[in-house]
């Protein structure tokens, strides 16, 4: 099971890693919602990764499976234990390999960088905001709540997708017919 470090009162030395989502199996192994860009580092064997109250997960195992990541944890050995961990958001301290940091910024799109961007149809029509983003075995889906507080999954496809403008937080997208409730 995780155990406590007193170091981690304090989170603004640290970055967020990912959210735990679902158990996978039956031997405690647990989904994960990434948000590093160099997951191959943050979820390498024996890596430490810190819960918002401090508690330390130490990465047993690490694979990945089509988009998503898999992760095992010491003292996580069964289906409950993962089950219990769902929801919970681990940090890790920054690191400052890299020698021109901005640089990488703009290399990624974050998946929180998503959340609360307007979405558009390229004629500029109001089609909502995105609220959240959730992880299905194919690709990733846009939580899409749309003009009137309905809401939508969007497949975060390039073709549904075609352009992202970080800088004015809009997504625009070409939804084909049906996907959206609204429109």
């Known amino acids: 099971m995780p155990h406590s470090n007193n170091t981690t009162d304090n989170l ?5 890693v990912c959210v735990i989502g679902r ?3 039956l031997h405690g192994e647990v989904n994960v ?8 580092e943050r979820f390498a064997r024996g890596s430490e990764l810190i819960d918002d109250k401090g508690h330390v997960y130490r990465v047993r195992a690490a694979r990945q499976f089509k988009r998503r990541w898999i992760l095992k ?3 996580v050995s069964d289906r409950t234990a993962a089950e219990a961990l769902n929801g919970i958001t681990l940090y890790a301290e920054q690191s400052y390999d890299n020698e021109n940091e901005e640089d990488d910024v703009d290399e990624g799109i974050y998946y929180e960088d998503l959340i609360g961007m307007r979405a558009q149809l390229e004629d500029g029509t109001d089609l909502g905001e995105v609220t959240d ?3 299905a075995p194919a690709q990733l889906l846009l939580v899409l709540t749309e003009p009137h507080g309905h809401e ?5 496809v390039e073709a549904i997708v075609p352009d992202v403008d970080l800088e004015n937080r809009v997504l625009t997208l070409d939804p084909p017919a049906g996907l959206l409730q609204e429109h």
């Open 12 to 16: 603004q030395n640290l970055v967020r």
């Open 33 to 40: 919602l990434s948000y590093t860009d160099s997951p191959d």
């Open 23 to 25: 158990a996978q199996g």
């Open 133 to 135: 983003v959730q992880e």
């Open 73 to 75: 944890f010491a003292g």
């Open 152 to 156: 939508s999954l969007v497949p975060y």
